[in-house]
């Protein structure tokens, strides 16, 4: 098939290739699926679409600011005619499935959408662009050799957003947009970054090994995430603005790994801690830890962070009485009631 060069020859050929290739967005998405599958790659799923000859022939007759046209020639310059998303659960699968299509496909060009943007310092569009080409047999797109195709990997949660966001945006005519709506945009999208760290926080957690997982580092943003796996609903999530001072303590601490926080939070400790402490209430997440912490570090712990938090004085005059009070109860040796490092010592002094 001749190249078109000519609006009217696109249309001849675009039309050409659709009936030949009927079932295009079918063979795409079973033959990816079938790559990822066999390369053992979680994922949500896998969908494709041809373009529409409307959606084709304003693309192709764009024009560049100069007045050229954009594409001199549409049909090999255009990649995403025929185009295929996959979706993951978690932002940490998106590298597998590149490596899986780089195995199969030639990729022509790779652009990062969620990198550039996070490089910009801002939020917004999240997603991982790859241009491919069936340069070797695949099964399934025999017919399709030398055909060049787009493929966006995002997650569930960054699909979600711009799906939202394109209908917002694009499909309500040239109307400009409420200031409001913009910010809500850009303030949604931050809380989209946060939740997929969340989930690739949980998934490492569950999917176990010290490598995989317990090395991962805490953070403000991760601790609730991790804190559901580990506790469970057992203890209400405490104000998120603790979570700062929670991984202040931890750090102070020398605990700053999911693995490290995994053994602090030992069944048999929390029970203890619960029945010397005697709550009122059941405990929130970042009140357990701090008498955690206070059991196994004792006099350490007071030293290292009675100055802390936003109640600090208060804090500094209670910790001694809740470690006395371990100490009656026999969940604390002598040991832990004086500090152990010598700077820690002098700053007692």
């Given at each position: 098939?001749?190249?078109?060069?000519?609006?009217?020859?696109l249309h001849h050929h675009y039309r050409d290739w659709v009936r030949a290739h009927p079932a295009?967005?079918?063979?795409?998405?079973?033959?990816?699926?079938?790559?990822?599958?066999?390369?053992?790659?979680?994922?949500?799923?896998?969908?494709?679409?041809?373009?529409?000859?409307?959606?084709?022939?304003?693309?192709?007759?764009?024009?560049?600011?100069?007045?050229?046209?954009?594409?001199?020639?549409?049909?090999?310059?255009?990649?995403?005619?025929?185009?295929?998303?996959?979706?993951?659960?978690?932002?940490?699968?998106?590298?597998?499935?590149?490596?899986?299509?780089?195995?199969?496909?030639?990729?022509?060009?790779?652009?990062?959408?969620?990198?550039?943007?996070?490089?910009?310092?801002?939020?917004?569009?999240?997603?991982?662009?790859?241009?491919?080409?069936?340069?070797?047999?695949?099964?399934?797109?025999?017919?399709?050799?030398?055909?060049?195709?787009?493929?966006?990997?995002?997650?569930?949660?960054?699909?979600?957003?711009?799906?939202?966001?394109?209908?917002?945006?694009?499909?309500r005519g040239s109307a400009v947009l409420d200031p409001r709506i913009d910010r809500a945009f850009?303030?949604?999208?931050?809380?989209?970054?946060?939740?997929?760290?969340?989930?690739?926080?949980?998934?490492?957690?569950?999917?176990?090994?010290?490598?995989?997982?317990?090395?991962?580092?805490?953070?403000?943003?991760?601790?609730?995430?991790?804190?559901?796996?580990?506790?469970?609903?057992?203890?209400?999530?405490?104000?998120?603005?603790?979570?700062?001072?929670?991984?202040?303590?931890?750090?102070?601490?020398?605990?700053?790994?999911?693995?490290?926080?995994?053994?602090?939070?030992?069944?048999?400790?929390?029970?203890?801690?619960?029945?010397?402490?005697?709550?009122?209430?059941?405990?929130?997440?970042?009140?357990?830890?701090?008498?955690?912490?206070?059991?196994?570090?004792?006099?350490?712990?007071?030293?290292?962070?009675?100055?802390?938090?936003?109640?600090?004085?208060?804090?500094?005059?209670?910790?001694?009485?809740?470690?006395?009070?371990?100490?009656?109860?026999?969940?604390?040796?002598?040991?832990?009631?004086?500090?152990?490092?010598?700077?820690?010592?002098?700053?007692?002094?």
């Amino acid at each position: 098939m001749t190249a078109p060069t000519t609006i009217n020859d696109l249309h001849h050929h675009y039309r050409d290739w659709v009936r030949a290739h009927p079932a295009a967005a079918e063979d795409f998405t079973d033959a990816i699926e079938d790559l990822l599958v066999d390369a053992g790659v979680t994922y949500d799923r896998v969908t494709c679409r041809v373009k529409k000859w409307r959606s084709l022939k304003t693309k192709a007759t764009s024009l560049t600011p100069g007045g050229e046209l954009f594409y001199r020639q549409p049909w090999k310059e255009i990649n995403d005619i025929v185009g295929v998303r996959v979706t993951t659960f978690c932002s940490t699968e998106i590298p597998q499935v590149i490596e899986v299509l780089r195995e199969a496909f030639t990729v022509l060009k790779s652009v990062d959408k969620t990198a550039q943007t996070r490089i910009s310092g801002s939020f917004g569009y999240g997603s991982h662009h790859l241009i491919c080409r069936i340069d070797t047999a695949v099964d399934g797109l025999a017919d399709y050799a030398g055909f060049t195709f787009e493929v966006q990997i995002r997650t569930v949660l960054q699909h979600a957003w711009a799906e939202f966001e394109h209908d917002i945006r694009y499909k309500r005519g040239s109307a400009v947009l409420d200031p409001r709506i913009d910010r809500a945009f850009t303030l949604t999208a931050g809380l989209i970054e946060l939740a997929d760290q969340q989930f690739d926080q949980i998934a490492a957690i569950q999917d176990g090994g010290v490598g995989a997982s317990h090395d991962v580092q805490l953070t403000a943003e991760t601790l609730p995430g991790v804190l559901a796996v580990l506790v469970g609903n057992r203890f209400p999530r405490s104000k998120s603005e603790y979570y700062g001072w929670l991984e202040e303590i931890l750090a102070l601490n020398g605990i700053t790994t999911v693995g490290e926080l995994k053994d602090l939070l030992d069944d048999r400790d929390i029970s203890a801690v619960q029945q010397s402490m005697r709550y009122r209430f059941v405990p929130g997440q970042v009140r357990l830890i701090d008498d955690l912490l206070l059991r196994r570090f004792g006099a350490d712990h007071i030293i290292k962070t009675k100055h802390t938090g936003m109640r600090a004085k208060a804090r500094a005059e209670r910790l001694p009485a809740r470690l006395e009070q371990m100490r009656i109860d026999g969940i604390v040796d002598d040991s832990q009631l004086r500090a152990d490092s010598p700077a820690d010592t002098a700053t007692q002094q």
